[in-house]
């Protein structure tokens, strides 16, 4: 029997994550200082954890409501219009999921049909284009541009629409560039978004992480709000990786259509999971901010530090990671990270692995210490100074 005769045609065609590929590699050297993960370095806060041990302790282990324990979506709502002035109603907008990435592959199987296209804005984060796939949609890709910090324009999003576009997928902040939308720039395409009656999935894991605190959403706007889905979750701002919690709010048909397929998949998020979400929502604001500050101060440091050793780098207004260019080097992304982990231990992620946009620069995160980014900077400019030294 040829097993891969009975895989699925989507699943074949997609690609290994790119991102992968330099973990397994870095697991596998000694010695290696890592720039690759996506994830803070700090621990949950007690008071999140010991809110949810106590659940556990007090038998508060079974299923819970398919959306989501109530008292949860209540404190989102309470959330979204106390930090983003949303408006949501708990029992008819809100789902809360296993993690964003749930929340994002079931918006788009709630939305898209097969031949359907749905836009999304590389460099992009590596789950869109296989969530797109597995969907039977077409992604369509626009191009961002550094010279614009890697926001989208209104030219650019009306040139990508045709008469098969269903949705847009984007994420601001922006994983892997660190780019920012904001008020005035969504203003500009918010009448093409009206126009060409145009579902919007909003990837916000990154809004606290908003360095000027000019964080602003699509449904800001009350003309297109029922026509965006905002998708979030506890990972980024409240230090919840491995706690895979997530949620996302819509206009009531689109919630109640993604609450459909996530009570197959699913049934329900971990309860002790959302008995730490609440207390992270209820309590959780000076951690958050604590956080926000340290990765400023980092993302400071290590932007000046890149542009210093020759990888020119703009000053990402959101996220935690920046995305230098390689080009002086002469390298492509995938070889520059390869000799960079071989000749000097230290792992940063290509930009190809999130598109083809992606050739000419690296990811990397600053989701480490200070004494971690001045070791791996200091790898990073001796490796430099040889490709200086070579070229001249």
């Known amino acids: ?89 708990p029992i008819k907008n809100v789902v809360v999921t296993c993690g964003g990435s749930e929340a994002i592959d079931i918006a788009l199987r709630a939305v898209v049909d097969p031949g359907d296209e749905v836009i999304l804005l590389q460099p992009c984060y590596v789950a869109y284009e296989p969530g797109v796939q597995l969907a039977g949609a077409i992604p369509k890709f626009i191009e961002l541009k550094e010279e614009n910090h890697f926001k989208l324009t209104a030219a650019e999003l009306e040139a990508a629409i045709t008469d098969k576009t269903k949705a847009m997928l984007i994420n601001f902040p922006s994983n892997p560039t660190g780019g920012m939308m904001n008020y005035d720039d969504y203003k500009e395409l918010v009448p093409i978004i009206k126009k060409h009656n145009l579902i919007v999935i909003s990837d916000e894991i990154y809004a606290e992480l908003s360095y000027d605190d000019a964080f602003c959403s699509p449904a800001n706007f009350p003309e297109i709000k029922d026509q965006v889905i905002v998708i979030s979750g506890f990972s980024k701002a409240f230090a919840m990786t491995g706690w895979r919690l997530g949620y996302l709010c819509a206009h009531e048909v689109f919630a109640m259509a993604m609450n459909k397929i996530h009570q197959y998949i699913i049934m329900s998020a971990p309860s002790a999971a959302q008995y730490g979400a609440i207390e992270g929502l209820r309590h959780g604001d000076q951690h958050v901010a604590e956080m926000k500050e340290a990765y400023r101060q980092r993302r400071n440091y290590i932007v000046k530090g890149f542009n210093r050793i020759g990888l020119p780098t703009h000053m990402p207004e959101g996220a935690f990671y920046i995305f230098p260019c390689i080009k002086p080097t002469g390298l492509t992304s995938d070889e520059f990270c390869e000799e960079l982990l071989k000749e000097q231990k230290v792992a940063c992620v290509p930009g190809t692995a999130f598109g083809q946009a992606g050739e000419g620069y690296i990811r990397v995160s600053y989701a480490y210490s200070i004494e971690e980014i001045r070791a791996a900077l200091a790898r990073i400019e001796i490796f430099m100074k040889k490709y200086q030294k070579e070229k001249a």
Request: hydrophobic share 35%.
């Open 1 to 89: 029997m040829n097993h891969k005769e009975y895989l699925s045609r989507h699943v074949q065609e997609i690609k290994p994550s790119g991102i992968r590929k330099f973990f397994d590699l870095a697991n596998e050297m000694e010695g290696v200082i890592s720039l690759g993960v996506g994830e803070p370095d700090f621990d949950t806060p007690w008071h999140i954890r010991e809110a949810a041990i106590y659940s556990i302790e007090s038998g508060k282990t079974f299923y819970t409501a398919n959306q989501g324990l109530l008292e949860l979506r209540k404190e989102i709502c309470r959330y979204q219009k106390r930090r983003f002035h949303l408006d949501y109603d």
